[in-house]
């Protein structure tokens, strides 16, 4: 294996941390590194890994797959695998749920600004400039900003639609 197939262990710059070393970063104490590259070359492969398909995506002769799966039985590939799995799966959560917080914190300043820009415009308007209409207007949308600033609109769609109620008289009812 060439420069290509190095991989990091417990000594490298990624592990200098305060954090424990995990199981899937380190080669374990009786494993060779030539297995623990075996490992790294499995556990890249992602959710749908197997051994054979492994072998196969990197160029291992297949008559190594007695060797392989002997090594993951020894070193609990599977088991280290899923463990490298789950603190993936945490990181992406951890990156989304940043971007999510991130794009609230832009959506805010951008309402910030527009709430400027309107109380600007607001006081320079007139009270005899406005007719009825465009006060009703400027009423509705300030009842609906509002609304959306407290989230009482979302509040709101959860609650039943009230109807009409509509009384019909039946002749069956009609001797009563």
């Not at 959710?47 to 060797?67: D, F, Q, V």
């Amino acid at each position: 294996m060439g420069d290509k197939d190095t991989v990091k262990t417990a000594d490298s710059e990624l592990n200098k941390g305060s954090e424990p070393v995990k199981s899937w970063e380190k080669k374990l104490d009786d494993e060779s590194p030539k297995a623990f590259k075996a490992f790294c070359l499995f556990r890249s492969m992602g959710y749908k890994r197997s051994i054979k398909a492994c072998m196969e995506l990197n160029g291992i002769e297949p008559k190594k797959y007695g060797s392989w799966a002997r090594y993951a039985r020894l070193y609990r590939w599977n088991e280290r695998a899923a463990e490298y799995d789950a603190y993936i799966a945490k990181e992406t959560e951890r990156e989304i749920l940043a971007e999510r917080v991130e794009r609230r914190k832009r959506q805010m300043e951008m309402l910030n600004g527009f709430d400027e820009l309107v109380q600007k415009r607001i006081k320079t308007l007139k009270p005899e400039d406005l007719n009825a209409d465009g006060a009703m207007d400027l009423l509705e949308r300030s009842a609906k900003l509002d609304s959306f600033i407290t989230g009482a609109d979302k509040e709101a769609a959860k609650q039943p639609v009230q109807g009409e109620l509509a009384i019909s008289f039946v002749d069956s009812f009609k001797d009563l």
